[in-house]
């Protein structure tokens, strides 16, 4: 039988704190894996791109995933696809999940993660926390974020000026009029638009900055110019895929100009932020085991309470 897990069904049995120890686990062992995970990404005749991320697989973990996800910029959702979470001993379809939630989840806690490893240090609780792209990605990085830190206060800029108003509220912070203005008033700042241009330059920041950059998944998109990149210490979470369709192709650098990868830091492989007035940048692809790795913790906790219609598709 496989087990359908709509969005709903994944909002009750996924919570931030178990979602970020998987997250954490995966940097830490999945680059022992011999199998490297693959992203591909094709255009369409129509509006919109298809994308793919095969296989998802995790030392430890007798399963693995395959992601199908189109994005449509002009819909709402954006993104809508679906996971399919196999068993590793005979291929048997064990479930299917809603895409668009664990994508989500998956991406906004891994963001809010190298972000807490990467930001200088502030145990007061003294720092101001910038959203630029107040989407639901932005939703589940200033959740998951909020769980490892402290903030004196938010400030957040939307294309639409309701939408920021709306997170504001949510969040306990207040809309600012554009991207500028948040790197002027934050010191941690999270991007996740739809940009195709630069929305901050070297010249909009200052020195101890951290910024992570959700938006450049795929060709094309790009949310913080090269003179920035260049400029601070930049960490990635793949430096092949970074620099062939993420924020290093978008800005024209090679994958050396990558200083780490967040396994890297997490593992004590590379020392990460060494002074406090440098600058930092956390620019991820997204990677396929970062899928499976929120899509086995649901699928187990659905099959212990329940959750989720079953359905013979072989029948």
Known sequence: MTRMLTRSDLQAVLDPASCMAALRAGFHGADSVPVAGQRVRSDLPFPGTATALIPGVLPGVEAYTVKVNAKFPGARPALR???????????????????????????????????????????????VLGVIGAGAQAELMVRGLRGLRRFRDLVVYDTDAGRAVGFGSRHGGRPLGSAAEVAAAADIVLLATWSRT????????????????????????????????????????????????????????????????LGEVLRGDHPGRTAAAARSVYAPVGLPWQDLALAWAAYRRAERLGIGATIDLLG
């Open 81 to 127: 696809g679906v996971i399919c979470l196999h068993s590793g001993a005979d291929g048997e379809l064990l479930a299917l999940l809603d895409s668009a939630t664990v994508t989500a989840w998956r991406t906004g806690l891994a963001a809010a993660l190298g972000t807490d490893v990467l930001a200088a240090a502030d145990p007061a609780g003294d720092a």
């Open 198 to 261: 630069p929305l901050l330059r070297l010249a909009d920041t200052r020195p101890g900055q951290h910024f992570t950059t959700l938006g450049a998944d795929e060709p094309g998109k790009q949310e913080l110019s090269a003179d920035l990149l260049e400029a601070a210490l930049l960490v990635v979470d793949d430096r092949e895929l970074a620099a062939t369709m993420g924020a290093l192709a978008a800005a024209g650098l090679p994958a050396t100009a990558a200083g780490a990868t």
